[in-house]
């Protein structure tokens, strides 16, 4: 079979790939402690449940607008304005099966060959496959311990040329749990406007913070229509497999990415978006407590990993992800990550999963039981003794 040159460019996901061989492990008698899928390991809210079921009874079965329901569109559009202090409307929104379309038509729409987008390092590893699928060119900007994995504002405008056509941001941020601030937003927004710059803002942890509040970009002054806010339902409200998102963004974009979604998928699910106005317009009591039980198996996992002698680890401010240095053990991350896998039955992610500057240190989600997270912390430390 021949594939398109094209298709040599584009990467993957490795916690996939380390979740088929914990399960292969799993399949031989193992038994495996699953930290590396970044998963809510609860069940969507009972009430949303039902609202997809009484869709489905209802006759949302069929085709509806490539841009996707009016009516979610417009729930979304508050809910944006409300969360983020923006003032966005319908037009602005479009609604698609999870965020990353977001990602993959919102960076096929606005970068062309050649063009530079400046993505954060270590980060979600398909800002860079679909930067290189299109032939533009990924700009790592690295997000580094000592700074709490923010990033640095003058590396930035170092990297930034006539060739920058995009900035892209993550927080809360997988995998560090880094947060940036309304300060760091702002001088970034400076700089975005300065050298007319897009910025793609994902935002899918939103929620899921355990200090302050959400700052985003696109709340800074000039940036509304410089900036796609991409978000999800997967995070909040445990709706995974359920594949909503949206994005929200200048209406000639959130048109030109409908189109894409008209080619590609003709729609999103009718009566899955019907769930989706229940999730934001419901009751958020499910949620809280997701947060508040997150909070706890964080303190657990980063008490945990900071006593294991060699490990060193920052109490993450959002998303559910403990990104310890390592450095210490003595091993490289791949080789530390395959050990605590195949030795210690714990699966966990390398650093560099998630790029180059992810080296020295390891990704586990603690969306797990306080159990099994202590059971992996007994592990590894039996391991490295």
Excluded at 219 to 226: L, Q, T
Excluded at 268 to 282: D, E, K, M, P
Aim: net charge negative.
């Amino acid at each position: 079979m021949r594939l398109a040159k094209s298709f040599a460019r584009l990467g993957s996901e490795t916690a996939f790939e380390v979740l088929a061989r914990a399960k292969q492990l799993e399949a031989e008698g193992r038994e495996i402690v699953h930290l590396e899928i970044g998963e809510p390991d609860f069940d969507t809210p009972q009430h949303v449940i039902d609202a997809a079921c009484e869709a489905l009874n209802s006759g949302w079965t069929h085709y509806g607008p490539s841009a996707g329901d009016p009516e979610l569109r417009a729930v979304v559009a508050e809910h944006i304005n409300k969360s983020r202090g923006t003032n966005y409307s319908a037009e602005n929104v479009v609604i698609v099966p999870g965020a990353k379309p977001i990602i993959y038509w919102g960076i096929t729409a606005l970068v062309d060959p050649g063009d530079e987008v400046i993505y954060p390092n270590p980060g979600f590893p398909i800002y860079e496959s679909m930067i290189n699928f299109v032939g533009g060119k990924p700009v790592p900007i690295p997000l580094l311990e000592k700074l709490d994995f923010r990033l640095d504002v003058e590396q930035l405008i170092d990297l930034v040329n006539d060739k920058t056509r995009m900035i892209i941001l993550n927080s809360p941020q997988n995998p560090t749990g880094g947060v940036l601030t309304r300060d760091d937003l702002e001088a970034i927004a400076k700089v975005a406007i300065e050298n007319d710059i897009m910025v793609m803002s994902d935002e899918p942890y939103e929620q899921i913070l355990y200090e302050g509040e959400h700052h985003s970009i696109a709340a800074v002054d000039g940036m509304a229509d410089r900036t796609i806010i991409l978000d999800c339902f997967s995070k909040s409200f445990a709706m995974t497999g359920w594949r909503l998102g949206y994005g929200v963004c200048h209406p000639e974009l959130a048109a030109a990415i409908a189109k894409f979604e008209t080619n590609c998928n003709s729609c999103t699910t009718s009566f899955v978006q019907r769930a989706g106005i229940t999730a934001l317009q419901g009751p958020m009591d499910e949620t809280r407590k997701m947060v508040e039980t997150f909070r706890e198996r964080r303190d657990v996992i980063v008490d945990g990993l900071n006593a294991i002698p060699g490990i060193t680890c920052l109490r993450p401010k959002g998303a559910f992800y403990a990104f310890p240095n390592i450095t210490g053990t003595g091993y490289d991350c791949r080789e530390l990550a395959k050990k605590c896998l195949e030795e210690a039955g714990v699966a966990c992610l390398a650093g560099t999963a998630f790029g180059q500057y992810g080296e020295g240190y390891l990704r586990f989600s603690y969306a797990n039981s306080v159990e099994n997270i202590q059971k992996a912390l007994e592990r590894i430390s039996d391991m490295l003794s």
